[in-house]
Nanobody, 128 residues
């Protein structure tokens, strides 16, 4: 079992930055691939970014590539999503997710089915 709690959401102007944090309560965190997903009002949840269990590999959606950066601290059981050059279309509820089989899997999933633990989400609003 793992518990995920996101923080860092808020309201920001177009072009601004925010950093999301995800605290993971699990002794096995260092073996988990971690993902970020978002759901905008009236839309399906979509993949944003992911980072491998070791932190050596990352994966990003085309819509955020070059603007968002995922990182992790395995000593603190934390995952981060640095979001720069924010746009109104980034407005959504952002959730972190854990793939407990990440180390065994050997690759990073960009689909919801690849993750078995989820946080409640944190809201980001970007205004123009």
């Amino acid at each position: 079992q793992a518990r995920l709690v996101e923080s860092g959401g808020g309201v920001v102007q177009t072009g601004g930055s925010l950093r999301l944090s995800c605290a993971v309560s699990s002794r096995n965190f260092k073996y988990y691939n971690m993902g970020w997903f978002r759901q905008a009002p009236g839309k399906e949840r979509e993949f944003v970014a992911a980072i491998s269990w070791s932190g050596e590999d990352t994966l990003y959606a085309d819509s955020v590539k070059g603007r968002f950066t995922s990182s992790r601290d395995n000593t603190e059981n934390m995952v981060y999503l640095q979001m720069n050059s924010l746009k109104p279309e980034d407005t959504a509820i952002y959730s972190c997710a854990a793939d407990s089989g990440g180390q065994v899997r050997g690759w990073i999933s960009s689909t919801e089915r690849g993750y078995d633990y989820w946080g409640q989400g944190t809201r980001i609003t970007v205004f123009s």
